[in-house]
């Protein structure tokens, strides 16, 4: 039973020591983002691989167990890329990148970070997706992610983050419809569709219910208002067989009337909000 005794002392060293072993870890992670990065103005000159733990470094904020909960980079002229070992800052909660030229893809493995409350990442040169396992993020409230050059649709994963406040993705190449549940059913309705928009939707809904004739008028309005001359091309209206579909829609489209958040979605190819029934959610992609 001797050779108990000195176990007993490492397992109590390692007990010790397990904060320094995870905020380097975290260490570990923030040094490989540097390695990506390119800095020419040395705004990260102050991380030190060498030291137990990052949270002397400029520009990171630890807590009172010297774990990594915010990283404070935005604006700083820095470019390069994002790799996976970003999502090891597990106790992170602020991610500040906006305003600098990084690009590539955004990694999924950001969906780890499942203490975030915040991600600014916005005025870079992000592309592809924007990665399904954001919807791991449920404390998210704030995600910034316009000004970049995302592509595809919008995804449906998102609606699951019921404490998401602020949703900007304008600027992008976004495509297809724009969801209606969850948080989204409280965006404000002029986020959503332009007067273009609302005018070939509400001509859309009369030819749906068997009004073509009054769709004349409706366009003449939008005419007056934007300029714009329409066709039954503007029209964005697909029907699936569901009789109730019409109705259906109409009232999708009727529940943003409550501005409880903010949402930005202009300057995509985005269709305008779906229209469950009517318009599939990738609609245009």
Partial sequence: MAYLYPLSIVLSFLLTISPSLSTNSEGNALHALRSRLSDPT?????????????????????DSSNHVTRLDLGNSNISGTLGPELGELRHLKYLELYRNDIGGKIPKELGNMKNLVSMDIYGNRFEGEIPKSFAKLKSLRFLRLNNNKLSGSIPRELTTLKDLKVFDVSNNDLCGTIPVDGPFTS??????????????LACSFLELLGHGSYCFFVKMLGFFRTGVHFSC????????????APAN??????????????????NNKLNGPELKGLVPYDFGC
């Fill in 187 to 200: 965006f404000p309705m002029e986020r959503y569709l332009d007067p273009v928009n609302l005018t070939c």
């Fill in 249 to 266: 829609g109409l009232v999708q489209v009727m529940s943003y009337a409550n501005t409880l958040l903010h949402a930005s979605f202009e």
């Fill in 233 to 244: 091309q503007h029209c964005l209206h697909q029907s699936h067989g569901d009789a109730s």
């Fill in 42 to 62: 040395n705004v990260l000159q102050s991380w030190d691989p060498t030291l137990v733990n990052p949270c002397t470094w400029f520009h990171v904020t630890c």
